[in-house]
């Protein structure tokens, strides 16, 4: 099946850095992926769709100045979570769909991000 | 996309058959029914989809009503590396809402 991986798998940062999590479709290409955050012990919330040569698109309540995506080609996108505060600590999952026309999304491995 | 109802938590006996039931009763008709499981820690896993009919594949087996209100998930032989928390979603494009999902626990 297809595969997306994420990278880095964790990483901790001091508050007011920016974290940048990177996002690949290593055997299909993906005009479109998902960026989700799950705290601990929740369910995995959407914050945005990132399209491929255009702006992403942010669900209601994700701040687009603090969440920045880039989708610069077909098989990889990248989260920056700029000036990460403690609160911003969680678990960021990216997904891409497959090739099949049924909405089957593939997930990587996930991000956890511990900020101090 | 419509709504799931799932309930929170389940456990099954490792060998036997765990039955994952999904109410999603305002499902359209051109919404698939998808379930995903996520082991801690990890990136969410497809499972099973399905439309109207009933679904086989290696993994599990997806029974959905004739009305489509309802679907159950089938793990047909639970194993400890089942223990999931497994989440039914219903949907017509790829943006995935998840739930609050059923956590599973398959015990000896």
């Known amino acids: 099946g297809a595969v997306v991986s994420q990278h880095p798998s964790r990483v901790i940062c001091k508050s007011g850095t920016s974290v940048k999590i990177e996002c690949r479709s290593l055997d299909f290409q993906a005009t479109t992926m998902f960026w989700y955050r799950q705290f601990p012990k929740q369910s995995l919330m959407l914050m945005a769709t990132s399209n491929e040569g255009s702006k992403a698109t942010y669900e209601q309540g994700v701040e687009k100045d603090k969440f920045l995506i880039n989708h610069a080609s077909l098989t990889l996108s990248t989260l920056t979570v700029t000036s990460a505060h403690p609160e911003d600590s969680s678990f960021y999952i990216c997904?891409?769909?497959?090739?099949?026309?049924?909405?089957?999304?593939?997930f990587g491995e996930g991000s956890r991000l511990t900020v101090l | 996309d419509a709504k799931t109802t799932q309930p929170p938590s389940m456990d099954c006996a490792e060998g036997r058959a765990a039955n994952l039931p999904c109410n999603h009763s305002t499902i359209s008709g051109n919404e698939y029914v998808y379930w995903y499981r996520q082991i801690h820690s990890q990136g969410p896993q497809y499972i099973i989809h399905?439309?109207?009919n009933n679904e086989t594949n290696e993994m599990a087996s997806l029974i959905i009503t004739e009305d489509r209100k309802s679907s159950t998930l089938i793990l047909p032989h639970a194993t400890l590396r089942d223990t999931a928390v497994y989440y039914c979603?219903?949907?017509?494009?790829?943006?995935?809402?998840f739930g609050t999902g059923t956590r599973l626990q398959v015990f000896p």
């Open positions: 399905g439309l109207k």
């Open positions: 997904s891409a769909p497959g090739t099949r026309a049924t909405g089957e999304l593939f």
């Open positions: 979603i219903v949907s017509r494009i790829d943006k995935l809402i």
